[in-house]
């Protein structure tokens, strides 16, 4: 084994150039994929920080009774997912209003009548407020009920941020793909040159009784060994802008008891190891196309 090692680091060292731009061209890959996977999981964490902050906002119709509001807060306690509620009446919505907006006092000195709704403000469990569709299900659910006038909970804005991460998800794969096909093709290119450079040798090595594995395997190293370096540096770099983009955030998103995490070691490991393996894939391209020849 120690053997095989000293042939392929003989080989990359003979060819420093080519190796380098090899691993300089998986580590900006890497560092792509991984940038696209740091992001969608990170807006998956913000979305469902949201939605556990999620309160729905019920709007009662004009003119029920005190009896009729109760019959809707027993219907509505009743509800799956539904762990209490709080009444916001007319005037103490109007008065928040006024307290909300100081400096809009004109807005309010013109109204003859309030134009607010009584509300019912309910808190959710989490496990109602784990996805969209659960939620507008629930929310389907409220509207349904007798006395009941809208509902609201910020759903346009969490469906199209759903929509916006989705979007990234699928456009992540499909570049990730498409670099990790570049990454194969230089990578076959690299171990082609390499076995171009050394036909000669190969060829005496064949004369002498040298099996195919032990003239191969140096070169499936090689493969693995871009393919390892340029995943670690890829990913390296990737934390080096995580910690400065997190150190000017300070301690989370304004606004939000979010912050940005980085990937896990069961991550970006991953990464590592497929960028392993695209290396690994390269060589052997490369290699079975020599051996059809």
């Known amino acids: 084994m120690a053997l095989l090692m000293q042939r392929t680091f003989r080989d990359m060292r003979e060819n420093r150039f080519l190796n380098l731009v090899t691993i300089a061209t998986v580590a900006l890959s890497i560092l792509i994929v991984s940038a696209f996977s740091l992001f969608v999981v990170n807006a998956n964490e913000l979305l469902a920080s949201w939605r556990r902050g999620v309160r729905m906002l019920v709007y009662l119709e004009r003119g029920l009774s005190r009896n009729q509001e109760l019959a809707v807060k027993r219907r509505l306690l009743k509800l799956p997912g539904v762990t209490g509620m709080q009444y916001v009446s007319r005037e103490a919505a109007l008065q928040q209003l006024k307290e909300e907006m100081p400096g809009q006092v004109a807005l309010f000195t013109g109204l003859k009548e309030n134009p607010l709704p009584d509300t019912f403000e309910i808190r959710l469990a989490p496990a109602a407020t784990g996805s969209h569709a659960v939620l507008v299900a629930l929310a389907d659910r409220v509207a349904g009920i007798q006395g009941v006038d809208d509902v609201a909970y910020g759903q346009e804005w969490l469906g199209k941020f759903a929509n916006v991460v989705n979007l990234l998800k699928l456009c992540g794969s499909a570049m990730g793909g498409l670099f990790m096909l570049a990454v194969v093709v230089i990578v076959a290119n690299t171990v082609r040159l390499t076995l171009y450079a050394r036909r000669e040798e190969i060829e005496i090595m064949r004369l002498v009784g040298a099996t195919d594995s032990f003239i191969h395997l140096p070169f499936y190293i090689q493969g693995m060994v871009q393919g390892a370096l340029g995943g670690i540096a890829g990913v390296a770099i990737l934390y080096l802008a995580y910690l400065y983009i997190v ?37 052997y391209l490369s290699l079975k196309q020599l051996v059809r020849h």
């Open 247 to 283: 150190g000017g955030l300070g301690h989370g998103i304004p606004g939000t008891l979010f912050t940005p995490r980085f990937l896990s070691p069961v991550e970006y490991s991953g990464i590592i190891f497929g960028s392993v393996l695209v290396g690994w894939f390269g060589c």
